[in-house]
């Protein structure tokens, strides 16, 4: 399996319009950040999880020209902004986008996109197919997907385990109840927003300590905002085996 990091900023993406700060004015590529998205191609699959408003930018730049599912983690508008071009898919593939989420994320879906899902539609709206996820695993074709329960302030979001890889972002608190999912892993991607805590992401302490809990062979830190510092700066104070993630990286899995 490989994954592509198409996004990794915090909601406004990084550089965040107007802001003189070293980081968002860094020329560094990998201090520039779309939002947080990854793809992931296992087999013949192809899917992405979060179709954010960068979404249309980042599958032309990655050249992704098949794509089958979408994954939704929770239903913030900087994760579901560019659903309306899965249009390109709906023409390349000849069939309407799967998109998985939960109950609440998929009533969020119609009403925000509610021109996609009336009895007469408009000729070209985007073609979607809703499927309803819980904490239960489930399939997308032959690959199994298993729900990692986490709260982003006080609203139930999910990350995903996928074999031996976990994403989760866009969470402040991970329950007891769920860490047993994050045993074993080759790979552990997590959000980590800030050096001080926020109200509803892990900082990078906070983020550090669930990787120190679950040992993963590496991680990488995810949804990063510009008060987490130059990217330069920030490797040389990771441990080994962290790695802060950056728009176009991909590994193996
Ligand atoms: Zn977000
Ligand atoms: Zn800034
Ligand atoms: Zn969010």
Same mark, same amino acid.
């Given at each position: 399996?490989?994954?592509?990091?198409?996004?990794?900023?915090?909601?406004?993406?990084?550089?965040?319009?107007?802001?003189?700060?070293?980081?968002?004015?860094?020329?560094?590529?990998?201090?520039?950040?779309?939002?947080?998205?990854?793809?992931?191609?296992?087999?013949?699959?192809?899917?992405?999880?979060?179709?954010?408003?960068?979404?249309?930018?980042?599958?032309?730049?990655?050249?992704?020209?098949?794509?089958?599912?979408?994954?939704?983690?929770?239903?913030?508008?900087?994760?579901?902004?560019?659903?309306?071009?899965?249009?390109?898919?709906?023409?390349?593939?000849?069939?309407?986008?799967?998109?998985?989420?939960?109950?609440?994320?998929?009533?969020?879906?119609?009403?925000?996109?509610?021109?996609?899902?009336?009895?007469?539609?408009?000729?070209?709206? +985007? &073609?979607? *197919?809703?499927?309803?996820?819980? =904490?239960?695993?489930?399939? !997308?074709? @032959?690959?199994?997907? $298993?729900?990692?329960?986490?709260?982003?302030?006080?609203?139930?979001?999910?990350?995903?385990?996928?074999?031996?890889?976990?994403?989760?972002?866009?969470?402040?608190?991970? +329950? &007891?109840? *769920?860490?047993?999912?994050?045993? =074993?892993?080759?790979?552990? !991607?997590? @959000?980590?927003?800030? $050096?001080?805590?926020?109200?509803?992401?892990?900082?990078?302490?906070?983020?550090?300590?669930?990787?120190?809990?679950?040992?993963?062979?590496?991680?990488?830190?995810?949804?990063?905002?510009?008060?987490?510092?130059?990217?330069? =700066?920030?490797?040389?104070?990771?441990?080994?085996?962290?790695?802060?993630?950056?728009?176009?990286?991909?590994?193996?899995?």
């Amino acid at each position: 399996m490989q994954l592509t990091f198409l996004g990794t900023g915090t909601s406004q993406g990084v550089p965040i319009i107007g802001c003189k700060c070293s980081v968002c004015q860094s020329a560094d590529p990998r201090d520039q950040r779309l939002r947080t998205s990854v793809h992931i191609q296992s087999d013949g699959l192809s899917f992405v999880i979060d179709s954010g408003p960068d979404f249309r930018q980042q599958m032309l730049h990655e050249k992704i020209d098949a794509l089958d599912a979408i994954l939704f983690t929770h239903d913030h508008k900087d994760h579901t902004a560019g659903l309306d071009d899965v249009r390109a898919y709906n023409h390349l593939m000849q069939k309407p986008m799967q998109v998985y989420g939960e109950e609440y994320v998929l009533s969020t879906i119609k009403r925000e996109f509610s021109y996609a899902f009336t009895e007469k539609k408009y000729p070209g709206v +985007p &073609e979607i *197919e809703l499927n309803t996820i819980d =904490d239960r695993p489930f399939f !997308i074709e @032959n690959l199994k997907i $298993i729900p990692i329960r986490g709260v982003h302030f006080k609203l139930p979001v999910l990350g995903f385990r996928i074999g031996n890889l976990a994403y989760l972002t866009d969470m402040n608190q991970l +329950p &007891e109840s *769920e860490r047993y999912k994050l045993k =074993d892993l080759d790979v552990l !991607i997590i @959000n980590a927003l800030r $050096i001080k805590t926020h109200v509803s992401h892990f900082n990078l302490e906070q983020a550090l300590d669930i990787i120190k809990l679950s040992q993963p062979k590496q991680a990488y830190l995810t949804h990063i905002s510009h008060k987490l510092g130059l990217y330069q =700066d920030l490797i040389q104070q990771l441990p080994s085996k962290v790695l802060p993630a950056y728009d176009g990286l991909k590994i193996t899995f």
